[in-house]
């Protein structure tokens, strides 16, 4: 789980303990993948409501990237909305931060650089005003680390060949992906005109890898857009000059040490 969710569900933790419908919400979690059997029975088998709902929620916090969405949906289909507000309105607050240029690209999407727990991040993402007139994130986007933002300016003929590929339908392959690590791909396919950089997430106890919803599609304007931004965000973020991606370190020169990297290899694919 990401850490803006993290402190999303300690911000309103009492809230949730009090009236979060726990019996309901972890059938909901364990129907669709996020709690084991094991873990489904040590959070019921707690004699008090409370008890339940506060050993759901420590155990939220380790079951991965779509633990958060899937946790809201079952509140919202349990009736309890105005707690998924509360939860989403503060993960928005917590992503706030001073922002080194914020760059449009059409469609109220924008490029940003800021700075986050330590770490300088690129953000990819969708804003809207609220009642001030002001930009705000929204949660329609992805951010991604120094080295994903590098190797996704690497990959910019590929990327930019597997569009004219698609369009002129030269090739049978449906879909060409361009992994910038941690699991976060650039995918082009021949349905959807779009460029889509996206989270991706493998489903406990299983070998299923399927999309997330942290990420955005960029029609191919607005990717031409994205492009224009490189010289820009270069210029802000002077830590991209000292910054190597890991596939051009010496290790990685042979499949092995591709895939003893959690980096490259997030998924765990075997020696």
């Known amino acids: 789980m990401q850490k803006e969710h993290i402190e999303s569900l300690q911000k309103n933790y009492v809230k949730l303990v009090k009236e ?17 059997d094991e873990l489904r029975e040590e959070i019921l088998q707690n004699s008090n409501i409370y008890s339940k709902t506060r050993q759901l929620i420590s155990t939220l916090q380790r079951r991965g990237p779509m633990a958060f969405e899937c946790f809201c949906t079952a509140l919202v289909d349990e009736g309890k909305s105005s707690l998924v507000q509360l939860l989403k309105e503060s993960t928005i607050e917590s992503e706030v931060s001073k922002d080194r240029v914020m760059i449009p690209i059409g469609g109220d999407i924008f490029v940003v650089v800021n700075e986050w727990d330590d770490k300088v991040l690129i953000h990819i993402r969708k804003y ?9 994130p929204t949660k329609k986007g992805i951010a991604l ?10 990959y910019v003929n590929e990327i930019d060949a597997a569009i004219g590929q698609m369009i002129d339908d030269v090739t049978g392959v449906p879909e060409m992906t361009f992994h910038l690590g941690k699991g976060v791909y650039v995918s082009v396919n021949k349905t959807y005109p779009t460029v889509d950089v996206r989270q991706r997430w493998k489903i406990p106890d299983s070998n299923k890898i399927v999309s997330t919803k942290k990420g955005i599609s960029l029609t191919y304007d607005k990717w031409e857009a994205l492009k224009g931004t490189f010289p820009d965000v270069r210029e802000s973020v002077p830590e991209l000059e000292t910054t190597t991606p890991c596939i051009l370190s010496e290790n990685h020169q042979n499949q092995e040490g591709m895939l003893r990297c959690s980096n490259c290899n997030p998924f765990a694919e075997p020696l």
Do not use: F
Not at 20 to 36: C, K, R, S
Not at 128 to 135: H, I, L, P, Q, V
């Open 128 to 136: 809207e005003k609220n009642s001030a007139d002001t930009y705000v």
């Open 145 to 154: 680390r120094l080295n994903q933002w590098q190797l996704l300016e690497m």
């Open 20 to 36: 979060t419908p726990t019996d309901a919400v972890v059938d909901h979690l364990y129907q669709n993948g996020i709690l084991t």
